[in-house]
């Protein structure tokens, strides 16, 4: 399931957020103490002499390596991305309340990939390869990242037998578009035709260059796909479809 607060999150030095492994799924991601650096801008340091200069400007980059949790694991995943300072209020030895600034990080980059949503083992390694180099993009570029999650779907639907081409009225073989693959399918899967769209609808944003996806908007399509992925390939759902379809012919169990 996907955790949208985990998606958008900043961490700070002692490690508020924890990332699952995307190697074992089972341990945490835990910053290796002797790996993480963060230095301050160029231009960051040159705002330091400008009179109205605020915290706020301060602009980090950081790169570290995170160790997983796991013992019988202990992926090592690198990572690297932008930094700034936030403020917090702390009471001193005296208990009187002081803002206190402290440093904030946001990943940009994470290698190996997060896993962000469950891919069930069937999935076919196209359509995976996919959805993973659409992971690693997520948090530099979400509109990057979206993509690849749209080829991910082209390629499913090709899994799923639509035709990529078609015979036109000139006898002339041509592409067919998405939206029109995505018709075709609903003349079999009709309950997937409403999620597809709207993957389609939100990839179809990701390429216009005016329009800045957000991370939310990602883990929406995300959500979607996870969903429809599970439904196709997760034997423990079509079992669970094919019992519901039976007692539903039999109109009671039997
Ligand atoms: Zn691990």
């Known amino acids: 399931m996907i955790d949208r607060k985990l998606l958008t999150a900043y961490f700070g030095r002692d490690q508020n957020t924890c990332w699952q492994c995307p190697t074992c799924s089972n341990g945490y991601l835990v910053i290796e103490d002797d790996t ?36 019988s694991c202990g992926e090592q995943v690198a990572s690297s991305g932008h930094g700034f300072l936030d403020w917090d209020i702390e009471e001193d030895e005296n208990g009187i309340p002081k803002q206190i600034y402290g440093e904030y990080f946001e990943p940009y980059y994470f290698h190996p990939p997060l896993k962000i949503i469950d891919i069930p083992e069937s999935v076919p390694d196209n359509i995976t390869n996919q959805l993973e180099k659409s ?8 509109s990057a990242s979206v993509n690849h999650a749209r080829s991910a779907l082209e390629l499913l639907l090709t899994h799923l037998k639509v ?4 015979i036109n009225n000139r006898n002339k073989r041509v592409k067919i578009n998405l939206h029109n693959r995505i018709d075709r399918l609903a003349q079999q899967h009709s309950e997937f035709k409403e999620f597809l769209l709207a993957i389609k609808w939100i990839g179809n944003e990701g390429s216009h260059p005016e329009k800045n996806l957000t991370k939310n908007d990602v883990a929406e399509l995300y959500e979607i796909l996870e969903h429809v992925l599970s439904e196709l390939f997760n034997n423990k759902s079509k079992a669970i479809l094919a019992k519901a379809k039976k007692i539903n012919r039999a109109k009671g169990i039997k």
């Open 36 to 71: 993480f650096r963060s230095r301050e801008t160029a231009i960051s340091q040159k705002g330091h002499k400008h009179y109205e200069w605020e915290p706020e400007w301060v602009s980090l980059v950081y790169s570290c390596v995170f160790k997983c949790t796991n013992n």
């Open 135 to 142: 992971f690693e993009l997520f948090f530099s570029s979400p």
């Open 163 to 166: 035709p990529k081409t078609t």
